[in-house]
C-alpha cells in the first residue's frame, strides 16, 4: 500500500510541475501581451543603410531623398553643404530601388 501512495504522489507532483511549466511564456518574461482586440503599433522598418560617422546634416538630406515620398527642403539644400551631398547621395542610391 504504501509503494501505491510513493507512486501516486509521485504522479502527481510531476502533473503538477508540467501545469506549472506550461504557464510560462516562450520568452520567459512573464509579461502579458495587450488584451484581446487591442492592436500593436506598426515598427518602423529598419533602415537600409548604415550613415553612421557621417554629418547629421548628411544624414537628414539622405533619409529626406530616400522617402517616399521624396521630399528636399530647397532652402537648406542651397545653404547646407552636408545635407545637399546627403540628399544627393540618398538620390543616387535610392533611385534604383
Known amino acids: ?11 502527481l507532483l510531476l502533473c503538477a510541475a508540467v501545469l506549472i511549466a ?3 511564456t516562450p520568452g ?3 509579461k502579458a501581451g495587450p488584451g484581446p ?5 506598426p515598427k518602423a522598418p529598419a533602415p537600409r543603410y548604415n550613415l553612421a560617422g557621417y554629418p547629421a546634416g ?11 515620398p521624396r521630399r ?6 542651397k545653404s547646407d553643404a ?5 540628399w544627393q547621395d540618398g ?7
Do not use: H, I, V, W
Open 91 to 97: 538620390q543616387s542610391a535610392c533611385r534604383a530601388r
Open 1 to 11: 500500500m504504501r509503494c501505491l501512495n510513493r507512486a501516486a504522489s509521485a504522479a
Open 82 to 86: 552636408d545635407y545637399s551631398t546627403g
Open 72 to 77: 528636399r527642403n530647397a532652402e537648406r539644400f
Open 37 to 41: 482586440g487591442a492592436t500593436m503599433p
Open 28 to 30: 520567459g518574461s512573464g
Open 22 to 24: 506550461g504557464c510560462e
Open 58 to 68: 548628411f544624414k537628414e538630406g539622405y533619409a529626406d531623398a530616400c522617402a517616399t
